[in-house]
């Protein structure tokens, strides 16, 4: 894996756990307000701050996608995880995984150990 490559996981990894946070308080204060308190609205502040990290997390995912390489479905579902509630945390873990793949693989290739 290139720097670039690195880069760009890491950025998606980095925006991918506010994003979920920022979705999760959204849909809970929007529930608090249609059920228990009707003049609880923060939406004109939380919108805008989740509409931001939204508009980050697809930038840098097309981005990701774009280095990466991966396939459509992979693609897409790191997409997906952007559209579910508490999505962000399991993009977050996936991609730690897999850039922690990647560099026991480049280590492992600097070493001269070959697959079995």
């Known amino acids: 894996m290139d720097l670039k490559t690195a880069s760009a996981i890491r950025r998606l990894r980095l925006v991918s756990v506010p994003e979920g946070i920022s979705w999760i308080i959204l849909a809970a204060c929007t529930i608090i307000k249609y059920t228990v308190a009707s ?3 923060v939406a004109p ?4 701050i989740h509409g931001v990290l939204f508009v980050l997390y697809v930038i840098f995912w097309a981005d990701a996608w774009n280095r990466t390489k991966w396939d459509t479905k992979t693609g897409l579902l790191y ?3 952007s559209i579910i509630p508490g999505g962000g945390f399991v993009a977050e873990r996936r991609l730690r995984r897999e850039a922690e ?16």
């Open 39 to 41: 003049g609880f609205d």
């Open 45 to 48: 502040v939380l919108g805008p």
């Open 101 to 116: 793949d990647a560099v026991i693989a480049a280590r492992a290739r600097n070493e001269g150990v070959v697959n079995a």
């Open 79 to 81: 997409f997906a995880y």
